[in-house]
């Protein structure tokens, strides 16, 4: 199961850059490294580390356990690269994949996302998310980053709407460091208020960076859900500098618990990281995923300038539902996401009737619901009339046999690229093992992607001909109609 994101959104908006502490993409998920590696060898003998973490050797602890047959044959390079998975008794799952790959890449992955958020603490998942790396109840935040750049590794905290993810990538012979401070991280929050209250200066730097095309999708999930999937993943402005540190520590142990968590790795033998996630000290909270229904509505913020964007979509299948969600994804390449060169054309079946502006097909599923639809952005006059053409290109939109294999061949594409990379591959695992229980091997979406029929495509498409619509508009909206003349 691929990442939700839309993956041609950042070439296709030029998305600025954002900094160092935050970074965003298509699918509105948001980064912070909090670790970077340094360039710069360790010297030969490391001096002490300014850390509380208990020195019982994370490895070791293992083999106490009875795991050093696995460590013994993970560092020497041997196992099986087909992905497994594992379901403890606590109910945590375990997934790896590649164990001979060079670099060790492991995730704890909880569904902790802003669809878990209630409207007493909206918010919370970005916080907790711009935290990572904070002091923890057996490592300081010098710690942290001082042992982990030791070593030259990295941790990367993300989040979206379901999940809030914590990866270590480390060299295999520096593993035991980097599963020290991974469950330092992951497991150990306590939120000093002090060291929340240096953080609103990072939020409001997030808040500040994100696109025009972003606050579209944005306004467009809550226009669509309301609640839950439709809580943004920033952090509202009137609560920036508002989560107390007990709010905080309640959403993690309400979310971040054992039954709501996934470990998964690559380049890391299966056994001995199950014997890591036995090792963890888990919660017990039983959380709150929120289901979320489709609603028919819009959300307008009027700004002003001579820029506008708009987000329109209607209801899709999630990953629940597998035939009818590649369905969806591959009618969303069909229909065109953008120019695949620089300056290219937009030559989708639907793309291709915008014009004048930028634009892309949008497909965000999550793991029981899903949105379809297009984004624009441009001049605001050019946007509005963009918009009345989108729609009724939606509306009848049909695929031809040619439109289908070129977006099966897409999709192909762009599904096994993403598996094959190391790092998305780790991150993809995780969010399966957490939100499905479950992990789809290469094999397997490949193969469902090559049972998409025409009909199967065409089938969804007609049933946007009759699809309420939600609507998401930002900047200068005086020339973008309204949803009761566009339904």
């Known amino acids: 199961m691929p990442s939700r994101r839309n993956p041609t959104w950042e070439g296709l908006f030029c998305y600025e850059s954002p900094p160092p502490a935050a970074t965003t993409n298509g699918n509105n998920k948001i980064k912070s490294r909090r670790a970077p590696s340094e360039s710069k060898p360790p010297p030969a003998t490391p001096p002490a580390m300014a850390s509380a973490v208990s020195k019982t050797p994370m490895l070791r602890a293992a083999a106490a356990r009875g795991f050093a047959a696995q460590a013994k044959a993970a560092s020497a390079g041997c196992g099986s690269g087909e992905p497994q998975c594992s379901n403890l008794p606590n109910k945590l799952a375990v997934a790896s994949a590649e164990p001979n790959a060079a670099v060790a890449r492991v995730s704890i992955v909880y569904r902790a996302g802003s669809r878990n958020e209630s409207g007493d603490n909206l918010g919370a998942s970005h916080v907790l998310r711009a935290a990572s790396g904070l002091s923890t109840k ?13 070593v030259g590794g990295s941790l990367t905290t993300t989040a979206d709407r379901e999940t809030v993810t ?27 208020p002090w060291e929340l209250a240096d953080l609103t200066a990072l939020i409001k730097t997030d808040l500040s960076r994100v696109p025009l095309e972003v606050r579209a999708v944005e306004s467009l999930h809550k226009a669509a859900y309301h609640s839950g999937l439709g809580n943004s993943v920033f952090c509202p402005k009137y609560q920036v500098g508002k989560h107390s540190s007990e709010t905080m520590q309640h959403y993690f142990e309400a979310n971040c618990s054992a039954s709501r968590a996934a470990v998964a790795a690559v380049g890391v033998d299966h ?7 036995q090792s963890l000290n888990l919660g017990s909270g039983k959380g709150s995923d929120n289901k979320s229904s489709f609603n028919s ?3 307008r913020h009027e700004r002003g300038g001579n820029r506008a964007a708009v987000a329109v979509a209607t209801q899709a299948a999630g990953w629940d539902n597998l035939k009818d969600c590649m369905a969806y994804i591959v009618l969303q390449h069909a229909a065109g996401t953008g120019p695949v060169t620089k300056r290219g054309g937009n030559n989708g079946a639907l793309t291709k009737q915008l014009s004048g502006v930028n634009s892309s097909t949008l497909c965000s599923t999550y793991s029981d619901n899903g949105l379809f639809g297009f984004v624009v952005a441009g001049d605001a006059k050019a946007v509005g009339k963009a918009v009345e053409a989108g729609v009724k290109g939606l509306k009848s939109l049909n695929v031809s046999d040619e439109d289908v294999a070129r977006g099966k061949a897409a999709t192909l594409g762009w599904v096994v690229d993403y598996v094959e990379n190391h790092s998305t591959l780790a991150f993809d695992l995780g969010e399966q093992a957490a939100l499905l229980g479950q992990i789809y091997k290469k094999a397997d979406m490949v193969a469902a992607i090559n049972g998409v029929s025409t009909s199967d495509v065409q089938s969804v498409a007609r049933k946007l001909a009759s699809a309420k619509l939600a609507v998401g508009a930002v900047g200068n909206l005086n020339s973008v109609p309204y949803l009761c003349n566009l339904n």
Do not use: C, M, P
């Open 271 to 277: 056994q001995l990281l199950v014997g890591f996630a």
């Open 297 to 299: 509505s819009e959300v």
């Open 138 to 150: 057996t490592a300081t935040s010098f710690g942290i980053v001082r042992n982990l750049q030791q």
């Open 166 to 192: 914590y990866t270590v990538a480390v060299t295999k012979d520096h593993l035991e460091t980097g599963l020290k401070y991974l469950e330092a991280a992951a497991t150990g929050q306590v939120f000093k």
